[in-house]
């Protein structure tokens, strides 16, 4: 019998016909491209992966960087920064990059930092920790000629070996390069200028100026259109020192940062600031490719002015926090003890011995209010410190405190939210509605108390809350009413506060 031999259709399986109504065979799993999933997401994001070079790089500090080709690590904080979406004809695999600059103790340099996919969080005072095999002499660069910044890297972690860029955010690194360029323990650091001096002439062909300023305010952020189409965002920092004060303007990539800081806390040190005319002919401070904005900046100059503005905020700010379990208020109220003073005895009392707790009650006329006017206004209920949450924390235990617009809010209403962030903020009587009060001895200005919630309750006779929904009739008899009255004000001293505070009111 013949031996029967396979044909070779049956080597094969038939092909379904297309929209015969049988299914198409599975397609077979594709083989990999020799990358595995790690080594994909290390190119996705270089920050996450694992740096373990085979060469050794030499630890410097910016100013003993020397151009050419040397393994070196280097730290330093930002201190300005641009970012730029597009190609790049030197790193086509690129999307975009930054332009940094960065310094330490010693001096800055010019980084030209590549991504291939998503920008890097940057933000202004982050200290990074950069290793590169090649150090550019930034004459033959792209870079802008900055004085004092002599040398420049250009860096694409993820795509060149040799290169890595570490961000720290953790507290063991805040106390690492905050002295300004140039200083000289017990010399004035070189170029310092107060801002009244630079606004007035020191802008104008003045090298290497620097002006030391504290935050006072965050503006909102609000978008703009440019001249050649299209937007951008910016945001109004108001900066003051004890000359007086000026804005700066925040754009884009920069506004995070700007948020984060501390009204009447956060200290910059700004080298280099532009200049920019804004109406009437008043300057303004405007952040270029050669300014460098230190914060938080460590020398006698920056200690000074954050005590003038922690004095200036007690003095200026519309409504300071009531400070909780300082004094004892029913033994200040209805104690043995209750001495009555004149506004002199107190004035000579706390000039002379301030340090002590200090309760009394105080005689005072009512010689004129606002109440009336401020409830027109719609401002009968203020607050002033809106807090956000900051993920990067202050050197500094003192100013370690959330960012805060430091805009004042005005409402009718018990809480409004932040015209900046739009967080719920819950308001307080406006302490402007009571004007002067006067006794036998001096006078005390509108706004100079400090009132506690119950203080208001008891000379208004009713809650904060029914005093928000008083009618505009129910207003104006109030105030008829209380003009030119006498009461007792029972009050608190404690030199840390900082002002003369209302424990209760006895009409």
């Known amino acids: 019998m013949p031996q029967a031999y396979p044909s070779i259709q049956s080597f094969y399986k038939r092909e379904a016909a297309a929209g015969n109504g049988e299914a198409a065979p599975k397609e077979p799993p594709r083989h990999g491209d020799g990358f595995t999933e790690e080594e994909l997401a290390d190119a996705v994001d270089p920050l996450n992966r694992k740096w373990d070079p085979e060469r050794e790089y030499e630890e410097c500090t910016i100013d003993q960087l020397i151009p050419g080709p040397k393994a070196v690590m280097f730290v330093g904080r930002i201190v300005n920064f641009t970012t730029i979406i597009g190609q790049s004809q030197k790193q086509p695999k690129a999307t975009g990059w930054h332009y940094m600059?960065?310094?330490?103790?010693?001096?800055?340099?010019?980084?030209?930092?590549?991504?291939?996919?998503?920008?890097?969080?940057?933000?202004?005072?982050y200290l990074v920790s950069i290793w590169t095999g090649f150090i550019s002499d930034t004459s033959k660069g792209d870079a802008v000629t900055i004085d004092g910044v002599i040398v420049c890297a250009n860096l694409f972690p993820g795509r060149v070996t040799s290169d890595h860029i570490m961000i720290h955010?953790?507290?063991?690194?805040?106390?690492?390069?905050?002295?300004?360029?140039?200083?000289?323990?017990?010399?004035?650091?070189?170029?310092?200028?107060?801002?009244?001096s630079w606004v007035r002439d020191g802008h104008d062909g003045v090298q290497g100026a620097k002006i030391l300023a504290c935050v006072k305010s965050v503006?909102?952020?609000?978008?703009?259109?440019?001249?050649?189409?299209?937007?951008?965002?910016?945001?109004?920092?108001?900066?003051?020192?004890?000359?007086?004060?000026v804005r700066m303007a925040v754009w884009d990539g920069m506004i995070e940062s700007a948020k984060e800081?501390?009204?009447?806390?956060?200290?910059?040190?700004?080298?280099?600031?532009?200049?920019?005319?804004?109406?009437?002919?008043?300057?303004?401070v405007s952040v270029i490719r050669q300014t460098m904005i230190e914060i938080e900046p460590e020398f006698p100059d920056a200690e000074w002015l954050r005590k003038y503005a922690v004095g200036l905020t007690k003095k200026e700010s519309l409504c300071l926090e009531?400070?909780?379990?300082?004094?004892?208020?029913?033994?200040?109220?209805?104690?043995?003890?209750?001495?009555?003073?004149?506004l002199a005895e107190l004035d000579t009392w706390v000039r002379s011995d301030g340090q002590q707790v200090?309760?009394?009650?105080?005689?005072?006329?009512?010689?004129?209010?606002?109440l009336v006017s401020y409830h027109r206004r719609n401002m009968l209920m203020c607050?002033?410190?809106?807090?956000?949450?900051?993920?990067?924390?202050?050197?500094?235990?003192?100013?370690?405190?959330?960012?805060?617009?430091?805009?004042?809010?005005?409402?009718?209403?018990?809480?409004?939210?932040?015209?900046?962030?739009?967080?719920?903020?819950?308001?307080?009587?406006?302490?402007?509605?009571?004007?002067?009060?006067?006794?036998?001895?001096?006078?005390?200005?509108p706004g100079k108390l400090l009132w506690s919630e119950r203080a208001w309750e008891k000379f208004f006779g009713r809650t904060v809350k029914e005093v928000c929904v008083m009618s505009a009739e129910e207003v104006r008899l109030f105030e008829q009413r209380v003009m030119f009255m006498r009461m007792h004000l029972c009050f608190g001293w404690e030199e840390n506060v900082g002002r003369l505070a209302v424990l209760g009111v006895f009409a």
């Open 261 to 284: 800081w501390v009204s009447g806390q956060t200290i910059l040190l700004i080298s280099n600031p532009g200049f920019r005319v804004e109406y009437q002919g008043k300057g303004s």
């Open 219 to 245: 503006g909102a952020k609000r978008k703009i259109a440019k001249k050649n189409g299209g937007e951008c965002e910016i945001l109004e920092v108001l900066l003051f020192d004890h000359t007086g004060e």
């Open 322 to 342: 009531f400070p909780e379990d300082v004094w004892d208020i029913d033994a200040a109220e209805y104690g043995a003890f209750r001495p009555l003073y004149t």
């Open 383 to 445: 607050a002033e410190w809106c807090s956000l949450p900051s993920p990067f924390p202050s050197h500094n235990k003192s100013h370690a405190n959330p960012g805060s617009c430091g805009i004042p809010i005005y409402s009718n209403m018990l809480s409004t939210p932040c015209r900046n962030c739009n967080m719920s903020l819950t308001l307080h009587i406006n302490p402007k509605i009571l004007g002067t009060l006067l006794d036998e001895t001096g006078a005390i200005a």
């Open 358 to 370: 200090l309760t009394g009650f105080l005689s005072m006329t009512i010689m004129d209010m606002s």
């Open 169 to 196: 955010t953790t507290l063991g690194t805040n106390a690492l390069c905050h002295a300004p360029i140039g200083f000289r323990k017990g010399q004035p650091l070189p170029g310092l200028m107060a801002l009244d």
């Open 101 to 125: 600059l960065v310094k330490d103790d010693s001096a800055a340099i010019s980084v030209k930092l590549y991504f291939a996919h998503n920008p890097y969080p940057l933000k202004l005072g």
